[in-house]
């Protein structure tokens, strides 16, 4: 007689325990709760293993995902000494992560980027448990290349990050998974929440879950300019008490958030967004279908934003403006141009919205079920 199988798990699929790896950005964190929500809907249960004070210890308990800190070992990028004690540290992480896997009886671990990352994967793959990781970038990160040597599946955003990766693992080109809930955004309702104007054009300023302060100077110099359209403007909880202060008395028609957990209300109120171009910005823009300004961050490994937010442009779907060439009312005069013009904007959102990867998340779910019955 066969196992009983949770709704929605495949046939032949037991439920397993599965451990989500990695994080510190939403743009490894939130891809992270999609791929393992679409799990936990199939009957598995959800374990996090991550760095506590990065986001995902707090989000992961917010979606009732059972929490496990790991200590932080980050890469370092140069130096003889540093490189000594970041092996003792990943040495000392790595065991802390073997003995969670163990004590939690762990059977499959999806690792989703980020330094905190790779200690899991490590030792996971030192006890034979099965390995899987994401890498959300066209250019890998430091603990994708790592991890990418041991793993048993590595799950690709971009088929051209295929070369960049080292081992022998079977490669999945499956996109970068969003929540679902993203979709469920309502134009109206949402600005009625920002108290702002149905009958206005609006722009969403944001810089990522934890702000970025280039974006925050453009979102600064639109909120003073003079226009007819009304601006969406997240700053991140670092920046948001000066810029504030700064802007005060707030402008009309400026609605000022800090952090955004409802990300569906402000794609639902954005005409055009204005933001930086991580994997998982550009899966929710192509998601939602909308169309943006992409200021790539310099400050990333390999300059992979800007390769990210290229292939966008190249489709019709965004402008791209490089960080190191900004001209800051240039930029501004072009976010009002787009406001002002409707079938340019409506068929960049068209283009946004044929380049979206809604299955990811089931995707993924199939090819990790793949690996629990194989074990």
């Not at 998982?280 to 390999?302: F, H, M, Q, R, Y």
């Not at 904007?345 to 629990?372: F, P, S």
Request: aromatic share 4%; glycine share 10%; charged share 20%.
């Amino acid at each position: 007689m066969s196992e009983p199988t949770a709704p929605g798990t495949a046939p032949g699929t037991a439920p397993g325990t599965v451990v989500l790896a990695g994080g510190g950005t939403g743009g490894h964190v939130y891809p992270a709760i999609a791929m393992g929500e679409a799990l936990r809907a199939r009957g598995h249960q959800l374990l996090y293993f991550g760095e506590a004070r990065r986001l995902e210890g707090r989000v992961a308990p917010e979606r009732r995902i059972s929490f496990h800190a790991i200590p932080a070992v980050q890469f370092p990028r140069s130096g003889v000494a540093s490189k000594g004690r970041f092996a003792a540290g990943l040495v000392r992480a790595t065991t802390v992560a073997r003995h969670l896997l163990v004590q939690q009886r762990a059977q499959v671990v999806l690792g989703v980027g980020g330094y905190i990352m790779a200690p899991t994967v490590l030792a996971a793959a030192s006890l034979g448990i099965p390995t899987a990781i994401h890498e959300a970038n066209v250019t890998p990160g430091l603990a994708n290349r790592l991890c990418a040597r041991v793993a048993d599946l590595v799950l690709l955003t971009y088929a051209a990050t295929d070369a960049r990766l080292p081992g022998n693992a079977r490669r999945e080109v499956v996109g970068c998974p969003v929540n679902p809930r993203i979709l469920e955004g309502d134009r109206a309702q949402a600005l009625a929440r920002y108290g702002l104007d149905p009958a206005r054009r609006t722009l969403l300023v944001v810089g990522g879950s934890l702000g970025a302060a280039r974006i925050n100077e453009l979102g600064m110099a639109c909120a003073r300019a003079e226009r007819d359209w009304q601006i969406v403007f997240v700053t991140g909880p670092t920046y948001h008490g000066e810029i504030r202060a700064a802007l005060e008395p707030l402008p009309p028609h400026v609605a000022l958030v800090d952090y955004e957990d409802r990300m569906a209300d402000a794609y639902a109120a954005a005409d055009l967004v204005l933001c930086r171009a991580g994997s998982s910005t550009l899966a929710e823009l192509t998601a939602v279908g909308k169309a943006s300004i992409l200021v790539p961050s310099p400050n990333v490994t390999d300059n992979h934003q800007e390769g990210n937010a290229r292939g966008l442009e190249a489709v019709g779907a965004a402008v791209v403006v490089v960080e190191q060439d900004l001209d800051v009312a240039a930029t501004v005069t072009q976010v009002a141009a787009l406001l002002h013009d409707a079938p340019r904007r409506q068929a960049m959102a068209d283009a946004a919205k044929g380049q979206a990867r809604l299955d990811t998340a089931e995707r993924v779910a199939d090819l990790v079920e793949e690996l629990l019955r194989g074990r």
